[in-house]
């Protein structure tokens, strides 16, 4: 059902402060600054603040090749080495690679698509935050001369309390998931972004390639994530609490770990390079002059990419006594992900083949990333081989092949990047001279380091080794790798120069610099930070090349939807997902502190968990809910309609399927699934490979298992009755409904702690899984409670009016998620029950 | 459903018949092999014969909607999805011709 067919006027709607259409977009000023909640501005945070992550990772990479520069050195001890390559690794692959792009990703996408904004802005700077402080607990770990020090996989039993007693480890967990959030929170962000606030006229067809890339790319991370997310909380039970699930002696399996770390840690990869190749397919067809050849193929191939990559993670795992069946299976995963990938990199060759490339820097840096990348690509190839990769693993091999793709496929596409949208970011261009000289000293850096190291590998020299003995035939291919690494790090210095000198010296870049075709050009730089005066309609996937109307008008005289504002408020266009047709108006959130205030309180929560000061993480919970709750309350808008200009009468936030906060919580509830489904992989996985621990295990309660399910379904039901209650403005059984789904969301939490009481949780590895995925569904039963009630007390407080039912459509979604979690719970632990000795 | 929301489906449906095979496979010679060996390795063949027809048939419907179409609806990306998908499924599959039971 949907209100949006009969939208009325009514004089309900809240005003935003007196100011012009400019002054309710500036960018607060001072230390209020913090408080800013526009794209621009914390994407810009998300790049800077990756890049500083860069450095300081770069830095780590250099300790360690001066380490191994030649044999027998001593110039790090092995503790510090071994804490200085797990940082390395730590930091590019959690706190610079993702961050990153994901900040390109929240400032670009925006511009490109024709929205004045992000749609979830407030969650945008809850991300940052949590990313900075996840960092800072990361990075504090020097201070305490406790870094981590297991390398950037953690793996079990080394990472375990028996092996790592001290707080290293849980410096890395909680750090590394606390910082996962904002990507997380990111990906959510962008997927209902890049769904929910085209231009006018941007179908799913005409959208930039780019969007499509980082549209797959959230999704993957949203599916991705999960896992480790998971994984780490596991494994910090285990190191808290002392549950068992990785030790063999209870029926647990180091194994486990590796499979939940793997099953992010490759798609991660391609989380990585996919967001960099999208960057590739924008900057290349302004080079050459001529449309991305192939959009149809490279849509495809991303989408295919996006899959296969979540079939390849055992490969890690190819020397762990996995069965030969399943070797071959994620085998033959490993090599048909070559198939798109190749489909990609045919569609940049036939653009590059289309015209006559320009040379500048940004090209050079793509012509590099396709030299490199190819490479690295080919030598995947023969890692997905079994024998091959018995032969090469865990040796310098494998260290080249990562960094050929790593480096190749993400960090010179990123260095490109830099050069061809700093204009965007400060207005001026970098020097041409200088960013050859870059690209250069990173080329010849990078090959000199890191081609020598496959020969290095295949000599036989193994990874995350502090020294070696001489006369092995290392000695002089270290030699070479260790210089290589300094030349590549004085590109990136010179780089350093060059962005640092560009901000106050470089030349005044003119309206659309390079002469591309996407939208982010549309205003001369530095464009305003309402990013559109009016937004509009689009008709091409290059509009700026095919609507000559765009560029011969000065940019805040182009014709469009939504030029002003009637209320005061910041305001951006919401379409239909599929065909981009204007569908509502999108208000957005003023500069608030409330974000980085809940940010604050789970840093403060997580990082007095490490210190072991519970009372002090309790106090950062209640922070962050008290911020939750004021984040959540302010008065709705929907229920009223405005002209948007061009003929269009548009709704405020429309009540429906299509509406971006009900896309938001389907991608919401996308990653409570994964995590679910992690937890299940948790529970099957263990009941198969220990079927003698299993059997011994207690079984759950019958009735309270069959309550449970039966609650489940009352939490689903009453969610969705509340839905219709609201749809029909019906007050008192809106509020009635949300209570009693509250109610039925505390009885289902009562039956599955009933059901689990005769299971300890201390004795098996299976019993303590079975606990970890009931105190999961609990958490959720918990929210979806809360936010019933929170729903029913802003009911009965006269918080709502006519036409604002968003709240109980979104928790009725919700709700069947959860209601869904709880349902199979049950199941399993019905299975389990009935069939004696499985749970 | 309009024709752009077809073709979008187009271009998903083969990715989850993808997902959706794979884990089958993966269960199938988890279920099949040691320790449990619940099923037998001559069933974890018939029943991956099946479940392959069926992923297979999800990409021909997204080949057969994308046939001939141009890129200014997606019908390209349908085409494609579909035949690299199907490709992935078959190579998925095509494993377990190679062996004789779960020891190689």
């Known amino acids: 059902m949907s209100v949006v067919e009969n939208p009325s006027d009514y004089s309900g709607t809240r005003k935003g402060e007196d100011k012009s259409f400019e002054g309710v977009w500036d960018t607060p000023k001072g230390i209020r600054r913090l408080s800013s909640v526009s794209h621009r501005v914390v994407g810009r945070r998300f790049i800077y603040t990756g890049f500083v992550f860069f450095l300081i990772a770069g830095f780590l990479a250099l300790l360690v090749r001066t380490q191994l520069i030649v044999p027998g050195n001593t110039f790090l001890d092995l503790e510090t080495y071994n804490q200085v390559f797990t940082m390395h690794g730590t930091l590019m692959m959690f706190l610079f690679a993702i961050p990153i792009l994901e900040g390109f990703a929240v400032y670009l996408i925006p511009l490109m698509l024709g929205a004045r904004d992000l749609i979830f802005p407030r969650l945008g700077q809850f991300g940052y935050y949590c990313y900075l402080f996840g960092g800072i607990i990361v990075l504090s770990s020097f201070l305490f001369d406790a870094a981590p020090d297991g390398g950037w996989f953690m793996y079990v039993p080394l990472s375990t309390s028996a092996f790592t007693p001290d707080v290293s480890a849980d410096f890395w967990l909680i750090g590394i998931t606390f910082a996962e959030i904002a990507s997380v929170t990111a990906a959510v962000e962008l997927i209902t972004a890049i769904l929910c606030a085209r231009a006018p006229g941007m179908s799913l067809a005409k959208m930039p390639v780019f969007a499509w890339y980082i549209l797959i790319t959230a999704f993957m991370i949203a599916i991705g994530f999960p896992p480790l997310i998971i994984g780490s909380i596991l494994l910090e039970s285990e190191r808290l609490l002392d549950l068992p699930f990785f030790d063999p002696a209870l029926g647990g399996d180091p194994l486990l770990w590796q499979h939940l770390f793997w099953l992010f840690g490759h798609p991660e990869v391609y989380i990585i390079f996919l967001p960099a190749a999208g960057m590739v397919a924008t900057m290349l067809p302004t080079f050459v002059g001529k449309p991305l050849f192939g959009y149809g193929f490279t849509v495809a191939a991303v989408v295919s990419m996006g899959f296969i990559s979540f079939g390849l993670w055992a490969h890690h795992m190819f020397t762990t006594g996995l069965p030969i069946l399943s070797l071959s299976l994620f085998s033959a995963a490993s090599t048909m992900v070559t198939i798109p990938t190749g489909v990609q990199i045919f569609c940049f060759i036939a653009t590059l083949a289309s015209g006559r490339p320009r040379l500048t820097t940004p090209m050079l840096f793509i012509l590099g990333f396709l030299a490199i990348f190819v490479l690295g690509g080919l030598t995947g190839v023969m890692l997905a081989s079994v024998p091959f990769n018995w032969q090469a693993h865990d040796s310098y091999f494998v260290v080249a092949h990562l960094h050929y793709v790593l480096i190749g496929g993400m960090v010179f596409p990123l260095f490109g990047a830099f050069y061809y949208w700093a204009p965007h970011f400060t207005g001026r261009m970098m020097s041409e001279r200088l960013g050859r000289w870059v690209f250069w000293l990173m080329f010849i850096g990078f090959n000199t380091t890191f081609l020598l190291m496959h020969v290095t590998g295949l000599r036989g020299m193994p990874r995350r080794v502090a020294t070696y003995p001489e006369g092995l035939g290392w000695d002089r291919l270290n030699m070479l790798s260790s210089i290589g690494s300094y030349i590549l790090a004085a590109g990136i210095a010179l780089f350093v120069f060059d962005f640092l000198r560009h901000k106050r010296k470089g030349a005044v870049a003119p309206r659309d610099p390079w002469g591309a075709g996407t939208l982010e050009w549309l205003y001369p730089p530095v464009t305003p930070g309402f990013n559109f005066h009016a937004i509009p309609p689009v008709k091409s996937r290059e509009p700026l090349w095919d609507q000559p109307e765009l560029l011969d008008n000065e940019a805040h005289r182009v014709e469009g939807v939504m030029r002003g504002i009637r209320d005061g408020r910041r305001e951006t266009m919401g379409c239909d997902p599929v065909s981009g047709e204007p569908l509502y108006i999108l208000r957005l959130p003023h500069p608030t502190w409330i974000p980085m205030l809940a940010a604050f309180g789970l840093a403060v929560l997580f990082g007095a968990t490490i210190a072991s000061f519970y009372w002090v993480s309790a106090v950062g919970g209640a922070i962050a809910l008290v911020a939750f709750t004021l984040w959540g309350w302010e008065p709705s808008d929907s229920g009223v309609a405005r002209d948007a200009g061009m003929g269009h009468r548009l709704p405020v936030n429309v009540v429906d399927r299509r509406s971006h906060t009900h896309v938001g919580v389907v991608g919401t509830v996308l990653v409570l699934m994964a995590l679910f489904a992690s937890l299940v992989f948790g529970v099957l996985y263990l009941w198969n490979v220990a079927p003698g621990m299993a059997g011994a295990a207690r079984l759950p309660s019958v009735l309270p298992v069959v309550g449970a399910a039966l609650a489940g379904l009352a939490v689903a039901g009453f969610g969705q009755l509340g839905r219709h209650a609201g749809l029909k403005d019906r007050f008192a059984g809106a509020a009635l409904f949300a209570l009693l789904t509250a109610i039925s969301a505390g009885l289902a939490l009562w039956a599955l702690w009933a059901a689990l009481k005769p299971i300890d949780p201390w004795a098996t590895a299976l019993g303590a899984t079975l606990w970890a995925m009931a105190a999961f569904v609990a958490v959720n039963l918990f929210v979806t409670a809360y936010c019933a009630l929170f729903n029913a007390v802003r009911r009965l407080s006269g918080q709502v009016e006519a036409g604002q039912c968003l709240p109980d459509f979104n928790l009725a979604t919700y709700a069947k998620g959860t209601g869904l979690m709880v349902v199979a719970t049950a199941a399993i632990y019905l299975a389990g029950a009935l069939q004696g000795g499985a749970g | ?104």
């Open chain 2, 1 to 104: 459903m309009t024709n752009m929301a077809r073709r979008v489906t187009a271009i998903v449906v083969p990715g989850l018949a993808w997902a959706t095979h794979f884990i089958a496979v993966y269960a199938l010679i988890s279920a099949a092999c040691p320790p449990r060996a619940m099923i037998g390795y001559s069933h974890l063949v018939a029943t991956v014969a099946a479940v392959t027809l069926a992923a297979l048939a999800a990409c021909l419907w997204s080949v057969v909607s994308g046939w001939g179409k141009t890129d200014n609806d997606l019908g390209g990306a349908a085409f494609w999805s579909g035949l690299i998908f199907a490709l992935a499924i078959f190579a998925d599959a095509a494993i377990l011709f190679f062996f004789q039971g779960c020891g190689g």
